[in-house]
């Protein structure tokens, strides 16, 4: 006799709690011996993948909000943790989203930005004090708010200024000599 659907899903839920190591296992090496077939898989079907996760994104609008009112300390928490695992990837993505937010376009490299960082040795250039690397943020020599339509920054525009200097320069026009 089949079993109804409640109670399969119960049995599958119940095998994968108990074999859960196996499973994670068996999935990582099957990805590992098929990258060709996932790479091929995205890239065909990327245009149904994205319908796919906007319509589900919009059919759990209220979901995410309110699962984001209800975790807020443990995802700070999470955000926090991530910055300081991966202080260059987080740089990079408020840098970049920024630049798209205001329509200017950036030409240098990361690896051009992080050459910049490690000349300083983490000193701030306009106060002097050595603060470390990690905590060196980049500043638009000319504001971004300031900034017309499509202005282009090369890494001779930019400057690693610390947070306190950064936020006292707010919008000047005002540049370190070296």
């Avoid at 077939?37 to 245009?47: D, P, R």
């Avoid at 993948?49 to 906007?54: D, F, I, R, S």
């Amino acid at each position: 006799m089949r079993k109804s659907l409640q109670e399969e899903k119960e049995y599958h839920k119940r095998y994968y709690l108990n074999n859960k190591e196996k499973i994670t296992k068996q999935h990582k090496e099957y990805k590992k011996n098929n990258k060709d077939y996932y790479k091929n898989y995205y890239k065909n079907k990327k245009e149904y993948l994205l319908k796919q996760h906007k319509t589900y994104r919009e059919n759990h609008k209220g979901y995410m909000q309110k699962y984001e009112e209800e975790n807020k300390e443990e995802l700070k928490k999470y955000r926090k943790e991530y910055i300081k695992k991966y202080p260059e990837k987080s740089r990079e993505k408020r840098r970049k989203r920024r630049a798209r937010k205001n329509n200017i376009i950036e030409t240098f490299s990361d690896k051009e930005w992080l050459q910049v960082l490690k000349n300083t040795f983490g000193v701030c250039p306009r106060c002097n004090k050595y603060v470390g690397i990690h905590k060196l943020t980049l500043d638009h020599k000319h504001p971004i708010s300031m900034a017309k339509q499509g202005q282009i920054y090369t890494i001779d525009d930019v400057q690693p200024l610390c947070n306190i200097c950064n936020s006292k320069k707010h919008n000047k026009i005002e540049t370190i000599n070296d």
